[in-house]
């Protein structure tokens, strides 16, 4: 399973990423095109960096999360309870399960998959997968925020070998992720090696792990979407308003749901 290894260097690995700002897109985005939005469902959780800031302005977030490395780690960072919470105050909690199957209720007004999950759906049927789940999950008119790589990009830019060393107090980590990148596919498979120098011991493991990736056209998108009860509201550069271009390597788009009784219409 993808994160199985990787999930205990995830939030080392990540500790330069911009969580508060990203949240702070989403939430003003919101602000806009959901005002009233309060329960959201968030795919691919992780370890529920998103999911948490998010909860601390006032929304109730349920997260599906397939590693339970991944959830477990979460928990153990987290700082407060919910019985420290009052009934009026957000919350985060997490379920373990497939953003593509998993049912965890309905009636959301939003939901999101964040930090790439939808480039980690591969095949077509997975991708109109997880649209038929937060179709299933969204009240009429919910909106999902999905952001993913943009192929043009990937394609313009081109993936190469990266090497990352971050460290803190009890760990030194060095991370190789080395692309398997065919030109004219959308398709690239990253392969992770990860070497994690306990600092106390001088003991070093080593892991390795094979992320298989999609990029997808703005037009793919669309398609996904209207055939799953959407509409294409939006599409931007990650954290803009723009259109995505060849330079734009991470981009996200708004859809909304219809109604359930128009999407009934649809024929494939």
């Not at 009934?87 to 999101?112: I, N, W």
């Not at 493991?205 to 939006?234: N, S, V, Y």
């Not at 259109?243 to 009934?264: C, H, M, V």
Request: aromatic letters at 12%.
């Amino acid at each position: 399973m993808v994160f199985q290894k990787y999930a205990a260097f995830y939030d080392l690995l990540y500790q330069d990423k911009e969580y508060e700002k990203e949240c702070t897109f989403i939430k003003n985005l919101l602000y806009r095109i959901a005002p009233k939005a309060k329960k959201i469902i968030e795919f691919g959780s992780g370890t529920g960096r998103h999911g948490r800031l998010l909860a601390e302005t006032g929304y109730q977030i349920q997260g599906i999360e397939r590693s339970q490395q991944m959830i477990e780690i979460g928990k153990a960072r987290e700082s407060t309870t919910s019985s420290q919470r009052s009934p009026s105050d957000g919350f985060f909690s997490c379920t373990r399960g497939d953003a593509l199957t998993t049912k965890v209720g309905s009636e959301f007004d939003v939901a999101l998959a964040l930090f790439h999950v939808f480039s980690y759906q591969t095949k077509d049927e997975q991708a109109m997968g997880m649209l038929f789940n937060a179709f299933r999950h969204l009240k009429d008119g919910g909106v999902f925020i999905l952001d993913y790589w943009h192929a043009p990009a990937v394609h313009h830019i081109v993936p190469e070998t990266r090497v990352k060393h971050v460290m803190n107090d009890v760990l030194a980590i060095t991370r190789i992720a080395e692309p398997d990148y065919t030109p004219h596919s959308n398709h690239i498979d990253v392969n992770y090696l990860t070497y994690a120098e306990d600092l106390a011991s001088g003991e070093i493991q080593k892991t390795k792990e094979c992320h298989a990736m999609r990029a997808f056209e703005i037009h793919e998108i669309e398609q996904f979407a209207k055939k799953c009860g959407f509409d294409l509201i939006k599409s931007a550069g990650w954290m803009s308003s723009t259109l995505p271009d060849r330079k734009t390597w991470g981009a996200y788009s708004i859809l909304q749901k219809k109604p359930s009784n128009e999407f009934s219409k649809i024929s494939y």
